[in-house]
């Protein structure tokens, strides 16, 4: 039947499809025009069809493919860019709208009707396909032509929705304009609201006038204008700036300060820096506040000056608490703003008070609280969190290992003479300080303890002894403690001329252990004795500074054991001393303690022992996994291993490496003198 089909020229099958053109034209153009019924449809479709499948030189594929994009051309040319070229603005722009709603109509029906080009011509030769061959034409025709002005009319209707009139036709210049005015005319805290609502609204401004893709360029265009732009000027207003805004403490205005500038390239990073500045100058302060107290108390008691110096740690925990907020709400837990506060803290923390370290001074405060009678009056939870809050402190402390001597002083003090409050406080901390500072930190403090627990159980064998051996009696009331020599600090033993009665009992005692152990020797520390001055220094074999502190603490403080002549509250080589047998108070048991040693001194030259066996450790460690190692290398690697404890002096390192090579455990090369080998 195909074979009897009537073949179709180019002209008479073109004036077919040309008519079906003109009615989806008038379709598109005015609202009268009947619609497609199915048979017109079919009609065109399958006139394309026929003149498609026609045996050559009738099969007009390629023509009917050029035609197509002719009607789209032809249509646009005619009657598409004269209603554009005609009207302006909002108008233009309205009319861009229908006639690109018309376009996108008009290639879906035209597509339909030359289908058959799809599905088969267009493939086999790999053509564009005739939607995009009608929607390019719009592009290439109309969007050329009409781009700049689209643009400008769209910033016009832009603008006049700003400010209610025509103003800049650029954003840029527009905010530039807003910002070189809102700068000299406004505070930082309300140019800061005007931005953020520009911001705002110019993001709902692409949702209705632009493609979302716009957004983030535009909005970048105005962060530049108002807050790159003038970001130093803003920040460091003189009344009402960064500084001004942490002074005053406002929050709300700080939190939208980072909102803003976390949203511009190394926006945070001035903001930070004036964060560092300003928490490192109130630290600052309340050093010299502390400084200033403690000069003022000079002439009074020791104790008021130790009052003042606890005041200032409580106050340096109260300034990190609050910062620290600042961190995690204002500033949204930025890491930016953790190592601005960790800078700060280190600058102040690091400094003395009154010629007391801050680790001396961190390890008092942890003493005060810990201890029974101390100045602080805090509730089990309260003393948990105060340390917590101390120890946070102590990671800004360069000189940790310093912090440790004296806090294993005092820890000391506390255990030996029963000062401690509480024994499940001393594990806890003991617990965070091993967690912050590792094993090593608190190894021999953990030691102490466990030796204290020890000590009690030994006594009460002691006494279970005494109870069984009724022929072995001290004669009086005898309670030992017995140490492991490492864990605690170093206490003076003395060949003392003991009096007949408390030689009883140190060989009962000394019976007693022995039945425990062989293999253990017993020192004996006598912190404390009885007895008149140059006599007594001979009698005891004391120096002239222990029997001081002796005779002032049984003569001249509370309770007076001794009498003295003359009547002083000091003690000289002159003085005679006798039994005061008046002496009665109504406690069966009293305590008698010791002037407080100055163990300042000896604290720093243990430290610095130590420091000096720390250093040789890490070399040979390094040496020893190297063999061979420049200078500079070995003194980096040994500054890295020993930083977590405290911050190693070059030149320290250096004479150490000296030490070690006249110790033949490395050596120097011959041809290169900064080149070191470890000697196995």
Same mark, same amino acid.
């Given at each position: 039947?195909?074979?009897?089909?009537?073949?179709?020229?180019?002209?008479?099958?073109?004036?077919?499809?040309?008519?079906?053109?003109?009615?989806?034209?008038?379709?598109? /153009?005015?609202?009268?025009?009947?619609?497609?019924?199915?048979?017109?449809?079919?009609?065109?479709?399958?006139?394309?069809?026929?003149?498609?499948?026609?045996?050559?030189?009738?099969?007009?594929?390629?023509?009917?493919?050029?035609?197509?994009?002719?009607?789209?051309?032809?249509?646009? &040319?005619? &009657?598409?860019?004269?209603?554009?070229?005609?009207?302006?603005?909002?108008?233009?722009?309205?009319?861009?709208?229908?006639?690109?709603?018309?376009?996108?109509?008009?290639?879906?029906?035209?597509?339909?009707?030359?289908?058959?080009?799809?599905?088969?011509?267009?493939?086999?030769?790999?053509?564009?396909?005739?939607?995009?061959?009608?929607?390019?034409?719009?592009?290439?025709?109309?969007?050329?032509?009409?781009?700049?002005?689209?643009?400008?009319?769209?910033?016009?209707?832009?603008?006049?929705?700003?400010?209610?009139?025509?103003?800049?036709?650029?954003?840029?210049?527009?905010?530039?304009?807003?910002?070189?005015?809102?700068?000299?005319?406004?505070?930082?805290?309300?140019?800061? $609201?005007?931005?953020?609502?520009?911001?705002?609204?110019?993001?709902?401004?692409?949702?209705? %006038?632009?493609?979302?893709?716009?957004?983030?360029?535009?909005?970048?265009?105005?962060?530049?204008?108002?807050?790159?732009?003038?970001?130093?000027?803003?920040?460091?207003?003189?009344?009402?700036?960064?500084?001004?805004?942490?002074?005053?403490?406002?929050?709300?205005?700080?939190?939208?300060?980072?909102?803003?500038?976390?949203?511009?390239?190394?926006?945070?990073?001035?903001?930070?820096?004036?964060?560092?500045?300003?928490?490192?100058?109130?630290?600052?302060?309340?050093?010299?506040?502390?400084?200033?107290?403690?000069?003022?108390?000079?002439?009074?008691?020791?104790?008021?000056?130790?009052?003042?110096?606890?005041?200032?740690?409580?106050?340096?925990?109260?300034?990190?608490?609050?910062?620290?907020?600042?961190?995690?709400?204002?500033?949204?837990?930025?890491?930016?703003?953790?190592?601005?506060?960790?800078?700060?803290?280190?600058?102040?923390?690091?400094?003395?008070?009154?010629?007391?370290?801050?680790?001396?001074?961190?390890?008092?405060?942890?003493?005060?609280?810990?201890?029974?009678?101390?100045?602080?009056?805090?509730?089990?939870?309260?003393?948990?969190?105060?340390?917590?809050?101390?120890?946070?402190?102590?990671?800004?402390?360069?000189?940790?290992?310093?912090?440790?001597?004296?806090?294993?002083?005092?820890?000391?003090?506390?255990?030996?003479?029963?000062?401690?409050?509480?024994?499940?406080?001393?594990?806890?901390?003991?617990?965070?300080?091993?967690?912050?500072?590792?094993?090593?930190?608190?190894?021999?403090?953990?030691?102490?303890?466990?030796?204290? &627990?020890?000590?009690?159980?030994?006594?009460?064998?002691?006494?279970?002894?005494?109870?069984?051996?009724?022929?072995?009696?001290?004669?009086? /009331?005898?309670?030992?403690?017995?140490?492991?020599?490492?864990?605690?600090?170093?206490?003076?033993?003395?060949?003392?001329?003991?009096?007949?009665?408390?030689?009883?009992?140190?060989?009962?005692?000394?019976?007693?252990?022995?039945?425990?152990?062989?293999?253990?020797?017993?020192?004996?520390?006598?912190?404390?004795?009885?007895?008149?001055?140059?006599?007594?220094?001979?009698? $005891?074999?004391?120096?002239?500074?222990?029997?001081?502190?002796?005779?002032?603490?049984?003569?001249?403080?509370?309770?007076?054991?001794?009498?003295?002549?003359?009547?002083?509250?000091?003690?000289?080589?002159?003085?005679?001393?006798?039994?005061?047998?008046?002496?009665?108070?109504?406690?069966?048991?009293?305590?008698?303690?010791?002037?407080?040693?100055?163990?300042?001194?000896?604290?720093?030259?243990?430290?610095?022992?130590?420091?000096?066996?720390?250093?040789?450790?890490?070399?040979?460690?390094?040496?020893?996994?190297?063999?061979?190692?420049? %200078?500079?290398?070995?003194?980096?690697?040994?500054?890295?291993?020993?930083?977590?404890?405290?911050?190693?002096?070059?030149?320290?390192?250096?004479?150490?490496?000296?030490?070690?090579?006249?110790?033949?455990?490395?050596?120097?090369?011959?041809?290169?003198?900064? $080149?070191?080998?470890? $000697?196995?």
């Amino acid at each position: 039947m195909n074979n009897e089909r009537k073949t179709i020229d180019l002209e008479q099958g073109w004036d077919f499809m040309q008519k079906g053109i003109t009615k989806l034209k008038n379709i598109l /153009d005015g609202p009268t025009e009947q619609h497609f019924s199915s048979e017109d449809y079919m009609m065109l479709y399958t006139t394309i069809y026929n003149m498609c499948t026609q045996k050559p030189p009738h099969d007009y594929s390629q023509q009917l493919y050029e035609k197509y994009r002719e009607s789209f051309e032809e249509y646009i &040319t005619s &009657t598409v860019l004269p209603s554009l070229r005609e009207k302006h603005g909002e108008f233009m722009l309205r009319e861009l709208v229908r006639r690109w709603s018309n376009h996108k109509v008009m290639v879906r029906w035209l597509s339909r009707f030359f289908h058959y080009l799809d599905r088969y011509f267009i493939t086999r030769r790999s053509l564009p396909a005739l939607k995009e061959v009608g929607l390019t034409c719009f592009r290439d025709l109309v969007y050329q032509e009409l781009h700049g002005k689209v643009r400008d009319a769209v910033i016009s209707l832009i603008d006049q929705e700003r400010e209610g009139e025509q103003i800049d036709r650029d954003t840029s210049a527009y905010y530039s304009r807003k910002a070189s005015s809102w700068i000299l005319e406004d505070s930082c805290p309300d140019y800061m $609201l005007k931005a953020e609502e520009c911001l705002k609204r110019e993001k709902d401004r692409v949702s209705h %006038y632009l493609h979302f893709s716009s957004e983030t360029k535009l909005l970048e265009k105005v962060q530049n204008e108002l807050l790159s732009m003038y970001a130093t000027q803003l920040l460091e207003k003189e009344h009402s700036g960064c500084h001004a805004l942490l002074r005053d403490d406002k929050v709300d205005d700080l939190s939208r300060m980072y909102r803003l500038f976390s949203k511009i390239p190394h926006g945070l990073d001035p903001v930070s820096s004036i964060f560092k500045q300003h928490v490192a100058a109130e630290g600052t302060a309340l050093v010299k506040q502390a400084e200033d107290a403690a000069s003022n108390k000079k002439a009074e008691k020791r104790d008021v000056v130790g009052l003042q110096e606890q005041v200032f740690v409580r106050k340096v925990i109260e300034l990190h608490d609050k910062y620290m907020a600042y961190v995690n709400d204002c500033f949204m837990n930025h890491t930016l703003f953790h190592k601005a506060l960790k800078e700060a803290f280190e600058i102040f923390c690091n400094k003395g008070v009154s010629g007391s370290s801050s680790a001396e001074l961190l390890a008092t405060f942890c003493d005060n609280i810990l201890k029974k009678g101390g100045s602080e009056k805090l509730s089990d939870e309260a003393i948990e969190d105060t340390l917590e809050k101390a120890f946070k402190l102590l990671a800004y402390i360069s000189d940790k290992d310093l912090f440790a001597e004296f806090y294993r002083k005092k820890l000391a003090r506390r255990l030996l003479f029963d000062k401690s409050a509480n024994d499940e406080h001393e594990r806890s901390i003991l617990t965070k300080l091993k967690q912050q500072c590792g094993g090593q930190f608190t190894s021999k403090m953990e030691g102490m303890v466990t030796d204290l &627990t020890l000590a009690k159980e030994n006594q009460s064998h002691f006494e279970e002894y005494l109870g069984h051996n009724t022929n072995v009696n001290p004669g009086i /009331d005898l309670t030992v403690t017995v140490l492991t020599t490492g864990f605690w600090p170093s206490y003076k033993s003395f060949d003392l001329n003991l009096p007949i009665e408390m030689v009883k009992c140190v060989e009962v005692f000394k019976e007693y252990y022995e039945t425990k152990t062989k293999h253990r020797k017993l020192t004996w520390v006598y912190s404390l004795d009885r007895l008149s001055y140059q006599e007594i220094k001979t009698q $005891l074999n004391l120096s002239d500074d222990d029997v001081i502190r002796l005779l002032h603490s049984l003569s001249c403080a509370k309770y007076k054991i001794l009498t003295k002549e003359p009547n002083t509250k000091t003690i000289s080589p002159n003085d005679y001393f006798e039994f005061n047998s008046k002496f009665t108070d109504k406690m069966r048991r009293i305590k008698i303690p010791l002037p407080p040693m100055d163990e300042k001194k000896k604290v720093i030259e243990d430290v610095d022992k130590d420091r000096r066996y720390a250093i040789d450790a890490s070399i040979v460690r390094i040496m020893k996994s190297r063999k061979v190692l420049g %200078y500079q290398q070995l003194v980096m690697e040994c500054v890295e291993q020993l930083g977590r404890m405290f911050k190693p002096d070059v030149k320290a390192i250096k004479k150490r490496i000296e030490d070690l090579i006249t110790r033949d455990y490395l050596e120097r090369d011959k041809d290169n003198p900064n $080149l070191f080998r470890y $000697l196995a």
